[in-house]
């Protein structure tokens, strides 16, 4: 169905090709599943499969791509609409009219199908991915996870031969993402629907894969899954725990993790510490906030404190108010009722000011937001331009920005700094909005999906410097649906429903016993409430090394 014949892509300006000698072949009705670094290459595969790299991309592509048996430099990508269907990482980018039910009939309407036909796809759709509620809403009201839903429907009315997805689940709560998969997994089973999906967070979408891609400095590896798994250097925890505990075959699921885990359970685990009470000051205080957008309650009635040295995780499910809620909090979302008191600084913290009252200088010293939407708040020319626009309005020393940047993506490289910011990876481009906030060194950071974009190195890096600005004083705030993250990040988490707080605790307390939130590890080794992979890693080999008798784990 697809293949690519000695392949390269260089792109302007740039010394290396972006993909090099790439030869793949992907047959007719399989789920192929690619992965590989933020910034390795993966979105121009997926361009590539598409024609679009360097039709709409600019550069120079050698060798041969075929999608379907047509020739993409021959065929122009809009006589492949009714062959290949994209999703791409920014929803909104892809939308083109003002309602949920409008974008879904609109590919249908383009290829001149009947309404009759048009109205019976947009209906299995709708019911397919669970949105049938959203039909009559405009698609700029909705949550980031809602349009993302909308924009796999949009590719989905057309009836693809093939469907490339490029980062489906990032927006997506873990129920949602697992549905989307297997609505997708039901395409491939039982319409021969070829699905190409690039995706960071393995740990949802590798069960489903039957071939794997691997994309690495430019160079690309395919095969079965089990095969590449074992040197691949990019693994979800279940397949982490096996190559800790020598498990073979490795785990691609939570059920085939539990069943080798079996003597592990058996054995006893050692119960993972008790959860430090924050001891730090209040920096936020929230207190009965309200936000409506219309007749709808976003936020409802909310309150809660966050201290200094706190990392906090605001979980639920799409549409249930985190983002609204980080919106109000920052003092420029819209709000009701309620109020935000925040700390003027981390040494003073009964100066608190409500930062609904502030101008946007005011705000930003006290505030720094991170929004799902990272590129709205890039403006300049190159990477080096705001990471000096940055360390001035923040009055830091020359060059703070850079540094955060660099470690930021550590794993990967640093960006060149020549490079227009919208020219970078959809993870580059998060981690630059990341640097930049975070050099104003604010006593509160808020971040909206951080991780969306981002490879496991990326956000173990990222991890590590919230954990820096918590330990320099800051209170920080996170709402996100990655709960592998929060497992290893946050101290405690608060959970949001309809606009309500349902439930407040340690991130231990909330996660573990959590059928929809709960991490991997917890699922592997329930009952006993571990929620970071790392730290019972630490402590198996704590026990092991008392008692090295009882090689506690081994199959």
Not at 246 to 265: F, I, Y
Not at 378 to 391: I, K, S
Not at 410 to 423: I, K, T
Not at 477 to 491: I, K, P, R, S
Request: hydrophobic share 40%.
């Amino acid at each position: 169905m697809i293949s690519f014949e000695q392949v390269s892509v260089t792109f302007p300006g740039r010394r290396d090709p972006t993909l090099l000698d790439v030869e793949l072949h992907v047959e007719e009705s399989t789920m192929c599943l690619v992965t590989g670094r933020t910034g390795s290459g993966k979105s121009t595969l997926l361009g590539a499969v598409l024609g679009l790299v360097p039709r709409a991309t600019g550069g120079h592509l050698s060798g041969r791509v075929t999608i379907a048996g047509h020739d993409t430099s021959r065929v122009p990508p809009r006589e492949l609409a009714d062959t290949v269907g994209l999703v791409v990482q920014d929803p909104v980018a892809g939308f083109v009219t003002d309602t949920v039910e409008a974008e879904l009939a609109y590919g249908p309407e383009q290829l001149g199908l009947p309404p009759r036909v048009m109205r019976t796809r947009v209906e299995e759709t709708l019911d397919l991915l669970g949105i049938a509620e959203l039909r009559d809403r405009p698609v700029l009201d909705l949550s980031g996870g809602q349009q993302q839903r909308v924009a796999i429907g949009a590719a989905l009315t057309t009836r693809p031969k093939v469907l490339v997805l490029d980062e489906p689940t990032s927006s997506l709560d873990p129920t949602a993402a697992e549905e989307v998969l297997s609505a997708l997994s039901r395409l491939v089973h039982d319409l021969g629907v070829t699905v190409v999906l690039a995706e960071h967070r393995l740990e949802r979408a590798l069960q489903f894969a039957d071939q794997l891609v691997v994309v690495d400095g430019g160079r690309v590896r395919s095969g079965d899954p089990d095969d590449l798994l074992v040197d691949c250097p990019l693994v979800p925890p279940v397949v982490e725990l096996g190559r800790v505990l020598g498990w073979s075959p490795l785990p691609r699921s939570v059920r085939q993790a539990r069943h080798l885990a079996t003597p592990l359970r058996r054995a006893g685990l050692p119960d993972p510490p008790a959860a430090e009470p924050a001891a730090g000051q209040v920096l936020l205080d929230v207190r009965d906030l309200v936000v409506t957008h219309g007749r709808t309650v976003a936020v409802d009635g909310v309150g809660f404190a966050v201290r200094a040295g706190e990392t906090v995780a605001l979980i639920g499910r799409n549409g249930s108010g985190k983002s609204s809620l980080l919106w109000a909090v920052q003092g420029s979302g819209p709000r009701r009722s309620g109020s935000t008191l925040v700390a003027r600084s981390t040494v003073d913290p009964g100066s608190g000011v409500d930062t609904g009252g502030l101008d946007a200088t005011g705000r930003r010293s006290l505030v720094a937001l991170v929004p799902q939407t990272p590129t709205d708040l890039l403006y300049l020319e190159t990477v080096d331009d705001e990471c000096v626009q940055a360390d001035a309005e923040s009055a830091a020393e020359p060059g703070t920005c850079r540094a955060i940047l660099d470690e930021l993506l550590a794993e990967d490289g640093p960006v060149d700094g020549a490079d227009h910011p919208r020219d970078l990876s959809e993870g580059q481009r998060l981690a630059l909005v990341l640097a930049i906030q975070l050099t104003a060194r604010a006593p509160v950071v808020l971040l909206d999906e951080p991780t969306r974009g981002l490879d496991y190195g990326a956000k173990a890096a990222l991890g590590r410097w919230l954990r820096s600005c918590a330990g320099q004083g800051a209170a920080v705030v996170v709402a996100t649906h990655d709960v592998e993250f929060v497992a290893t990040t946050c101290d405690r988490t608060i959970m949001l429903s309809h606009g309500e707080l349902v439930a407040d605790g340690t991130t231990a307390e909330l996660l573990a016993p959590s059928p929809m939130f709960s991490p991997q590890v917890s699922r592997v080794v329930a009952p006993t409430p571990w929620v970071d992979l790392h730290a019972l890693c630490d402590a198996l080999g704590a026990a092991a090394a008392s008692d090295p008798g009882d090689r506690v784990g081994t199959p």
